[in-house]
């Protein structure tokens, strides 16, 4: 698949940004989820793009000072530690309020019996 | 009791900064922390849920359905191959250079005319990525996830499946530790394509059971 929206095409710029044959890969689910969230609040006008390449190369900038392997394997990490800071840096968020989500989810997938769907809210009791 | 206790507060920036491991809890720190970003922009009306399933489709490429679909139609067309599939789903995967990277177990089941298989994970999304790519959105969506379970032949209606009468379902629920995939049965007046233009016919939902593999009339059509 090509990138076809403007904001994809650039996405594809990006130094470092795992990509196939087809197009960028991802290993896991949640690095697609990470890529689509912070492409889409660019595309939303939440931030610009230079505001966003600045958060990644920041994010992997200070992995490297703190010994990354700087494999590839590990950029969806850092994608995900600049989305971070950038959306409570614009106040979208804070850590904060991401911190006590994330504990939220964990208590729900840990109270959720296995053959029940997990809902936020067995998190939150 | 362990469930129960409260976790620290912690910069979440810290990738060090495991959860203990119980087998019920198949999400990382990684992918929880990704969950809460997106759960707070959807809640907060910053993020379209709809949007953002659309990009994450545009961009499911390599690790894609069209890996399982390679598998099936090897199967289809090679005894041996077939036999060594569902005798062991990942090492056969393997030996075509599919591998997840957690070495998770992955068994293949067999649709029969007696028996059709459909895979669900109720607890979150479990799914077989090295072979299917990302699970497309309504797998992840509670209504399916429970509807599976409770009514399965109501869902493959939904689906546009309709099994004959003395079909026996089977519903597989996925685990962090076993992922499964449906090797659906090769359609009627096939005998004889290549494995090429049997890949054509293997729909992501068919190996997931929520559809049947596409009949060659309308695919030539």
């Known amino acids: 698949m090509t990138a076809t929206t403007p904001t994809a095409r650039k996405a594809l710029e990006l130094p470092g940004l795992p990509l196939g044959n087809e197009g960028p890969v991802f290993r896991e689910p949640w690095e697609a989820q990470a890529f689509a969230l912070a492409l889409k609040l660019h595309e939303d006008g939440y931030y610009t793009w230079s505001e966003w390449a600045h958060a990644l190369s920041t994010a992997i900038d200070q992995a490297q000072d703190d010994g990354d392997c700087d494999d590839g394997s590990t950029y969806y990490s850092h994608w995900l530690a600049a989305l971070e800071s950038l959306v409570t840096a614009k106040k979208l968020s804070s850590s904060t309020e991401l911190a006590t989500r994330k504990d939220e989810w964990d208590r729900a997938v840990r109270n959720t019996p296995h053959g029940q769907p997990i809902e936020l809210e067995a998190g939150q009791r | ?221």
């Open chain 2, 1 to 221: 009791m362990a469930d129960d206790h409260d976790h620290h507060e912690h910069d979440h920036h810290d990738e060090h900064d495991h959860h203990d491991h119980d087998h019920q809890h198949p999400m990382s720190d990684t992918a929880l922390r990704v969950k809460a970003l997106e759960s707070l922009l959807v809640e907060k009306g910053l993020v379209d849920p709809a949007a953002l399933d659309q990009l994450i489709d545009l961009y499911e490429t390599r690790i894609g359905p069209r890996n399982g679909a390679r598998i099936v139609a090897r199967a289809w067309t090679d005894p041996d191959f077939r036999a060594a599939l569902l005798a062991n789903g990942a090492e056969a995967a393997r030996t075509l250079g599919y591998e997840g990277r957690q070495g998770e177990d992955m068994k293949v089941l067999e649709n029969t005319p007696e028996t059709h298989n459909m895979v669900v994970c109720t607890l979150c999304s479990c799914y077989p990525w090295p072979v299917l790519g990302l699970p497309p959105v309504w797998y992840k969506s509670a209504p399916y996830r429970a509807r599976a379970v409770n009514d399965p032949r109501g869902v493959l209606e939904e689906f546009g499946v309709r099994l004959a009468d003395g079909v026996g379902i089977k519903v597989w629920d996925s685990t962090a530790e076993m992922r499964y995939m449906v090797l659906p049965m090769q359609p009627a007046g096939t005998e004889g394509w290549s494995a090429e233009q049997l890949e054509e016919l293997v729909t992501r939902d068919s190996m997931i059971g929520t559809g049947i593999a596409r009949d060659p009339q309308e695919a030539s059509a």
